[in-house]
Structure formats: structure tokens, C-alpha cells
């Protein structure tokens, strides 16, 4: 009497079972299909090795990115070298000669440093003077004109202090050689 109970007891045990053993089937399932998704078709690997790889990826690229950034900051410092301000001045250096035919040109970097370069045309010749500026100080004395074209040039421009807290000054130094004397043709 006892043995119908068992079976239906065994019955009732293995449908249990059966229905566990679908359901560890559907979690395995769906367990490949993450790590498939995480390592990728080649699921021959572990979850470490896969954790190792993509830390030594992070770290190249660390060092990858490192060196972009010292490169970056090679070339931002020669283009802080570079003629980036510039600016023209056109005037009559003598009375009888019009038309604006002298003119001074300044091309400074972002440190306010580079050339004044001034053409002074008359009827019978023409100079040229050229100067360098060092953080905005001349190496020698600028007429008016090459005054005018080192603002113009550097309008917008902060320039960095030559030393630890002395500014430096936009005009000629006070013991700065005089510019020669331009010369005036007769009346």
C-alpha cells in the first residue's frame, strides 16, 4: 500500500528536480551570453585574465596619453615662440615726401618678444632699422612710430613678467642708445 505513495512521492520529486535542472539550464544560458558579452566569442578565458588584459590596455594608454601630453606641451611652447602678433604702421617720414611710403612693422610671439623692423624712404634713399624686443623691452630707443606698432601688435596680449614680480615696461628702457637722428632734406 505504501508503494503507489512512494512512486507519486518519486514522481512529484523528479518533476521538482526536472523543473530546478531547466531553470540552472536558463542561468547557465544567460550566464555565457554575459560573458560572451564581457570576453567576448573567445570564452576561453577567465574573468581574471580578462581583468589583467584590460588593465594593461588602461596602463598603455595612460602612458599613451602621457606622452601626447608632453608632445602637446612642446609644441604649445614654440608656438608661444612663434610671430602670432603683428601689426603695420604706414607715415610720412618727411614733410616733402607724401604718400605714406615709410612704414614699421612689428612681429612679436605671445612674450612680446620679437622684431621692429622700420622702412624710411626719401627721394634719394631708403634705410631700414631693425630692432629686437625682449619680453617688451627694446634693445634700443623706438622712435614714435615703433611705438605705435609694438601696441597696435600686442593689443590683447598679457604680457608675462620678465622675472618674479617686475613687469616689463612697453616703452624704451631708460638706458636705451638714442635712434640716430632722422635726417630732414631742405626747404
Known sequence: MTSPYLALGAAALAIVLLVLV?????????????????????????????????????????????????????????????????????????????GEQSASIALLDNNASGLVISMIHSRDYARIYVKELRRSVPDRALSPEEVEVVERALVGVTVPPAQAGAAAPAGPPAAAEPEPPRPREPQ
Open 22 to 98: 531547466v531553470r540552472l539550464l536558463v542561468g547557465q544560458r544567460r550566464l555565457r551570453r554575459a560573458q560572451v558579452a564581457v570576453l567576448g566569442v573567445h570564452g576561453e578565458r577567465d574573468i581574471v585574465s580578462h581583468a589583467q588584459d584590460l588593465e594593461e590596455q588602461v596602463r598603455n594608454l595612460r602612458d599613451a596619453v602621457q606622452g601626447l601630453d608632453d608632445l602637446l606641451g612642446h609644441h604649445k611652447a614654440e608656438l608661444d615662440r612663434a610671430f602670432s602678433h603683428r601689426a603695420v604702421v604706414r607715415y610720412d617720414a618727411f614733410r616733402d615726401i607724401g
